[in-house]
């Protein structure tokens, strides 16, 4: 008897494997943690993890939405362009002092999660790759930002209401990292206990299948991507409500790429039908320890890119490992 058949036919190998499948990420997190705090002392201080963790929390919520869209098979590359644009639209309102504020989150909110939407109708509905949609329309995001701003910076105003989002905090935690945290929450109980997630998980796994059996996979596409396009409203809100400012051909750029990596890293699969909202928070917890440590030891930021996909690769090999095991 082979290993692998021995572990099929075992329940306890069987249960431990798919613990360690689902809860590996939590203990490399603790290892890297660790780890880090060996290396570099100063990594454990309160106000050390405050930091990783409130500088995490931007790109950790937009990655809780790639979450369901590369379990369903997608990626969402437009993401970082829409919170430019999304960014853009939140900061001319609120720089009017007519306008109420909770006018231009809800502005920002609705301009991102309509992207989302779009990018689902267009992907599903037109048949066309998404890689291709989400990249062009990525594009036009940056292209529109760029027009209405005339290619300037953007400011709003520094009013306490609105700094108040990304700068303050709940006792010692950050506004952010809570608010992260609660849409963690509540996107992993969706994902685990509701009709819509398990939807998620069929489409990603054999979307044929699903659609056989009754399942809306068109809707449940569009679903993903409009929901991705929240979070990377709420992403947009958190991010400039901490500086009040734009660089409408800077800001956001990149994002996606470092939110495909957390829920990578958390160990879903490219390929679909695999993933946790676990997964991706500690997957971004163990990039922001990196980018920590990166600017702890004064290494070129030109080499974050590098690091972060040795990471993928990391992962990526590593599932490849557990999933064969």
């Given at each position: 008897m082979t290993e692998k058949t021995a572990t099929r036919t075992n329940p306890v190998l069987r249960a431990t494997k798919h613990v360690w499948e689902e809860y590996s990420i939590v203990v490399i997190t603790v290892v890297v943690f660790v780890v880090s705090g060996l290396i570099a002392p100063r990594f454990l201080t309160a106000n050390n993890i405050l930091l990783v963790l409130r500088h995490a929390s931007v790109i950790g919520v937009i990655a809780l939405g790639m979450t369901f869209v590369i379990i369903t098979g997608g990626i969402d590359l437009s993401s970082g362009h829409v919170v430019a644009m999304s960014g853009t639209v939140l900061l001319i309102l609120q720089g009017n002092e007519n306008m109420p504020l909770w006018v231009a989150i809800l502005a920002c909110f609705g301009v991102a999660t309509a992207i989302g939407f779009i990018n689902g109708i267009i992907i599903t509905k037109l048949r066309l790759p998404f890689f291709?949609?989400?990249?062009?329309?990525?594009?036009?995001?940056?292209s529109i930002t760029l027009f209405v701003t005339n290619g300037v910076s953007v400011d709003g105003r520094r009013v306490p209401e609105f700094t108040e989002i990304g700068n303050g905090s709940l006792g010692p935690i950050p506004y952010p990292v809570i608010i992260w945290v609660v849409l963690a929450l509540i996107l992993a109980a969706?994902?685990?206990?509701?009709k819509f997630g398990s939807y998620t998980y069929a489409v990603g796994g054999n979307e044929m299948a699903a659609k056989y059996s009754g399942i809306a996979t068109d809707k449940v596409k569009i679903a993903a991507y409009t929901l991705t396009g929240f979070c990377v409203?709420?992403?947009?809100?958190?991010?400039?409500?901490?500086?009040?400012?734009?660089?409408?051909?800077?800001?956001?750029?990149?994002?996606?790429?470092?939110?495909?990596?957390?829920v990578v890293i958390g160990g879903a699969a490219l390929s679909g039908g695999r993933g946790t909202i676990l997964g991706t928070?500690?997957?971004?917890?163990?990039?922001?320890?990196?980018?920590?440590?990166?600017?702890?030891?004064?290494?070129?930021?030109?080499?974050t890119g590098f690091f972060k996909g040795a990471l993928i690769?990391?992962?990526?090999?590593?599932?490849?490992?557990?999933?064969?095991?």
């Amino acid at each position: 008897m082979t290993e692998k058949t021995a572990t099929r036919t075992n329940p306890v190998l069987r249960a431990t494997k798919h613990v360690w499948e689902e809860y590996s990420i939590v203990v490399i997190t603790v290892v890297v943690f660790v780890v880090s705090g060996l290396i570099a002392p100063r990594f454990l201080t309160a106000n050390n993890i405050l930091l990783v963790l409130r500088h995490a929390s931007v790109i950790g919520v937009i990655a809780l939405g790639m979450t369901f869209v590369i379990i369903t098979g997608g990626i969402d590359l437009s993401s970082g362009h829409v919170v430019a644009m999304s960014g853009t639209v939140l900061l001319i309102l609120q720089g009017n002092e007519n306008m109420p504020l909770w006018v231009a989150i809800l502005a920002c909110f609705g301009v991102a999660t309509a992207i989302g939407f779009i990018n689902g109708i267009i992907i599903t509905k037109l048949r066309l790759p998404f890689f291709i949609v989400t990249l062009a329309v990525g594009i036009m995001a940056r292209s529109i930002t760029l027009f209405v701003t005339n290619g300037v910076s953007v400011d709003g105003r520094r009013v306490p209401e609105f700094t108040e989002i990304g700068n303050g905090s709940l006792g010692p935690i950050p506004y952010p990292v809570i608010i992260w945290v609660v849409l963690a929450l509540i996107l992993a109980a969706i994902l685990t206990y509701t009709k819509f997630g398990s939807y998620t998980y069929a489409v990603g796994g054999n979307e044929m299948a699903a659609k056989y059996s009754g399942i809306a996979t068109d809707k449940v596409k569009i679903a993903a991507y409009t929901l991705t396009g929240f979070c990377v409203g709420v992403a947009a809100l958190l991010n400039f409500s901490r500086v009040a400012a734009i660089l409408p051909g800077t800001s956001g750029m990149m994002f996606e790429f470092d939110a495909i990596t957390a829920v990578v890293i958390g160990g879903a699969a490219l390929s679909g039908g695999r993933g946790t909202i676990l997964g991706t928070f500690f997957g971004m917890l163990i990039i922001g320890v990196v980018s920590n440590l990166l600017i702890m030891f004064q290494i070129s930021p030109f080499l974050t890119g590098f690091f972060k996909g040795a990471l993928i690769l990391l992962a990526v090999l590593f599932q490849r490992k557990v999933v064969s095991a």
